[in-house]
């Protein structure tokens, strides 16, 4: 198999084990309300345009998240320093805290269709999460390809 359909797998193995842990936990929550937290707290604040391109949504759908996620007490709003038109959204530590319990709540739901892996394929699985995590820490919403910057 080509190296570009490997990673075209895992991507769609990525959302596969996502949509698997949602209906695993019986999660209401929106997807979009924990890609947001999940921009948010590994990019640091953000005005809602670039949360939203971020996020992959649109401004308007993000305005209206964004407001839900500040009423539930999970992000904050302040005015821009630079630009007092602008808004920048900052996730709270009852947002990183909610986060945290989703991630815990997705372990948890998968590691049953894992259990019967043998040490050699734990090692295979713990390595390719590191690549995959050093490949897009830097920043998850832009591309790390050469040229591209932040």
């Known amino acids: ?15 596969t084990l996502t949509r698997l842990a949602a209906l695993e ?5 929106p997807a979009a309300q924990w890609r947001a937290l999940s921009v948010l707290v590994s ?24 407001g839900q996620l500040v009423a539930a007490g999970l992000v904050s709003r302040q005015s821009d320093p630079g630009d007092s ?7 709270t530590e009852a947002g990183r805290v909610a986060l945290a319990g989703w991630r815990q709540e997705l372990r948890d739901a998968l590691m049953p269709l894992f259990a019967d892996l043998d040490d050699d394929d734990w090692a295979a699985l713990s390595r390719v ?22």
Do not use: C, W, Y
């Open 25 to 29: 936990t019986h999660n209401d929550a």
């Open 43 to 66: 990019d640091g604040p953000l005005r809602v345009g670039e949360l939203a391109a971020a996020s992959r949504t649109t401004q308007p759908g993000m305005t209206r998240l964004v």
């Open 85 to 91: 038109r602008a808004t920048v959204v900052s996730v």
């Open 129 to 150: 999460a590191h690549i995959l995590t050093s490949r897009t820490s830097s920043s998850p919403s832009t591309p790390r390809s050469q040229g591209v910057t932040r």
């Open 1 to 15: 198999m080509p190296r570009s359909e490997d990673l075209a797998e895992i991507v769609t193995a990525a959302h």
